[in-house]
């Protein structure tokens, strides 16, 4: 498999397994062979790209509105809107938009 981005966490602090099955294509939900813990992956942040000095909240009350500030520094020029550039964050699941 090619071109898969990784993910942006350690997916080694709460382990989740690669899991892999063969099955055959004329019954797709009945698998021939199963290994539900397959591998696990170990990834890292990606070199140069940015350093966080700090992340500041208005309120750590759960189940409040809040805001968030990140402070930092990138290593590179970030590519212009016109260019598709952005800053993306990715925060937990249990975040509420």
Known sequence: MNNIVNPNKELTVN???FKIAVALKTTPD???MYNSQAA??????????LQVYKVKTSTVYSRLETNYFFDFQ???KIPSNL???A???DFPREFAF
């Open 74 to 76: 990138v290593y590179n």
């Open 15 to 17: 382990v989740e397994y």
């Open 87 to 89: 800053i993306l964050i």
């Open 40 to 49: 696990v992956v170990k990834t890292y942040d990606a070199p140069n790209w």
């Open 30 to 32: 009945e698998y021939v």
């Open 83 to 85: 260019k598709n550039g």
